[in-house]
């Protein structure tokens, strides 16, 4: 069991490390007749790719997208067949000569030293499949997920770094693509830029809170039990690389609310179908949406690859200091947006699948 795949019957597999030639994704499951696009797969790939900024890793990918299967062209248009679509992107700016001081150290906060505990080997080349370059491919697999859930708008948006978090009161959708960090806050991605600037300059790094919200999900996608919506689509946000915790709605603030607080009182809409007053729930009741947006957040930790000296051991058990070259993200959570809006594209394309194939 290698568990590089996810998901039921919207199924991916993702394969390629940092520093080697490629890396894809297949993706299986996917119904035919839907048509995509390349242009449109390689626009959220855009979105993640690197060195857009001086906030982000100057590691320069193109990111572009290659469709190797499960498509064929019929009346001018892309359309999928069924078959598993198969999509490559190759690396092309790789570096690995500037790890070659850490071969057999390990880096402080990384999955160095566990995955040669599990392995027996480890890629020190920019962490191999443990590096946040393995996302590439869930975003192209999300742009076809998006495809399956016409009608479902997945957004996303950093909500804090580090210190300095949103004013919720001046979310505003369109600013995210004004500022180099998608927050939704003006004021607050003003004072994001000369705060990264400083961690940045002190060759340190910091974390980040993404919140995704997917408007447009109909109640009933999601099971009792073992198959919840909710479980699902945390499940998937925590496998993102260097995502540490996750929140449903309110999350862990619900234990400070009361009964009367936290209830989401309904009332009959226009179309007769109920209103929520409230969303603490973020649109998930027992594992199943009930109409409201579903919203999810998650915590990403500040990248482990850093400049600043900390004390570590080497394969041999000396102890030993791990400075680490080369470029990095000074806060990953930055590029951690379109991958959060990816696999909860890939997690609603599941089960929308699976309600359909149960309830028709």
Not at 121 to 133: C, E, K, L, P, W
Request: hydrophobic fraction near 35%.
């Amino acid at each position: 069991m290698s568990h590089n795949t996810f998901g039921h019957l919207f199924r991916v597999t993702t394969f390629g490390e940092s520093h080697g030639p490629a890396l894809g994704c297949v993706v299986d499951g996917c119904p035919p007749l839907i048509e995509i696009s390349p242009a449109e797969i390689q626009g959220f790939l855009d979105k993640r790719k690197p060195g857009q900024s001086r906030f982000t890793t100057q590691r320069r990918e193109d990111d572009a997208v290659k469709i190797l299967s499960g498509t064929m062209e019929k009346d001018g248009k892309l359309l999928t067949t069924g078959t598993p679509i198969a999509m490559l992107i190759e690396n092309t700016d790789q570096r690995s000569k500037d790890y070659s001081e850490i071969e057999a150290k390990f880096r402080p906060g990384h999955a160095d030293y566990t995955y040669e505990a599990k392995y027996g080997i480890r890629d020190h080349r920019g962490g191999g499949r443990s590096s946040a370059r393995e996302t590439a491919a869930r975003v192209a697999a999300g742009a076809i997920a998006r495809k399956i859930i016409p009608g479902v708008s997945i957004r996303g948006a950093l909500v804090r770094m580090g210190e300095i978090e949103i004013d919720r009161s001046r979310w505003d959708w369109a600013e995210i693509d004004k500022n180099p960090f998608f927050c939704p806050d003006a004021k607050a991605a003003d004072a994001m830029e000369p705060y990264l600037d400083g961690i940045r300059k002190n060759g340190s790094s910091i974390g980040a809170v993404i919140e995704i919200v997917a408007e447009g999900v109909p109640a009933g996608w999601g099971a009792p039990i073992y198959g919840k919506l909710d479980a699902d689509l945390a499940a998937a946000l925590m496998s993102i690389n260097a995502v540490k915790g996750v929140e449903i709605g309110d999350g862990m603030g619900v234990a400070q609310l009361t009964g009367e607080q936290n209830a989401d009182e309904m009332r009959k809409g226009n179309d007769g179908r109920p209103v929520f007053l409230a969303n603490h729930a973020g649109g998930i009741l027992g594992g199943i949406s009930n109409g409201a947006p579903v919203v999810a957040r998650f915590a990403v930790k500040p990248t482990s690859s850093i400049l600043t000296p900390r004390k570590s051991i080497d394969r041999a058990g000396n102890e030993v200091d791990v400075s680490t070259k080369g470029r990095h993200d000074p806060c990953v959570g930055i590029r951690a947006v379109p991958i959060g809006e990816a696999m909860v594209a890939c997690v609603l394309a599941d089960h929308y699948l699976r309600h359909r194939g149960q309830v028709g």
